[in-house]
């Protein structure tokens, strides 16, 4: 099925410099572990606070950026002593942005950036106040591409992922899904029921067999986890029914001394 391409396309940057890709780490998005510190990085007080060390959620933000359901989201994480990063893709000047659906090719100048973030961000991660070498990557929509795409730095792997409204599935938005997540590493896919994006609700997802969640993707991994919300909107990481998936997730991987860097 070829689908009509009736979306709409601005901005003309399509690729980070290593100077965008700092920034974009930068200017992350950040709360400290128990609400000591909500803001960019770059401005946590160093000098004034010292944090005792804790885990971290390394999320991709969806096509919208970082709103509110996010910054909630990152709150909640930090309310219970998990520290929240998510790189600010919209640092890129001239940044191309889109409404769907466009081509695959364009949605992979995208995925290209926002992987570049996410490598980047993992690579100085040991920059970011009290982390202790735990991390989970996780994603939404566009950003959920880029977290189920993620391939760690050398010795120093990630506990877990999780993936919300991307279904880790050949679909419009990508030229292939590319899933990368090792066989043995625990990961939470989180979708609507019926993503108006990613599920067979869409008339345009251009894939007649696709479940709309990572099922078929993550069948032969040893602990994967698929949670389906009725009637879910397609942001709904911040919603009670993920957050009550997600907290018990977390507690199970980021057991004291788990997967810490060797």
Partial sequence: MTIEITGSMAGHADRHTESSLAESFENAYFTAPWDIYEGPLKDFPKEKIRLEAEPLVLFAHGSSGIGEPLKAFGRWLASFGIGFLCPNSFVLKDRITYTSPISREDY????????????????????????????????TSEGGVAAARFQAPQDQAECARM??????????????????????????????AADKFFSQANSWLDNPSALGHAGRTLA??????????????????ALPQAQAAVEGFLERVLEPYACRSE
């Fill in 108 to 139: 992979e100048r995208i995925h290209a950036m926002r992987s570049a973030e996410l490598a980047h961000a993992a690579a100085r991660l040991g920059e970011v106040p009290g982390f202790d070498g735990r991390y989970v990557v996780a994603g």
């Fill in 220 to 237: 032969n991994h040893t602990d994967a986890s698929i949670v389906l919300i009725p009637g879910a909107p397609h942001t709904l990481f």
């Fill in 163 to 192: 993936i919300f409204s991307w279904p880790c599935e050949d679909n419009y938005h990508v030229a292939a899904h590319r899933t990368a997540i090792p066989q043995d590493m625990p990961v939470l896919n989180v979708m609507s």
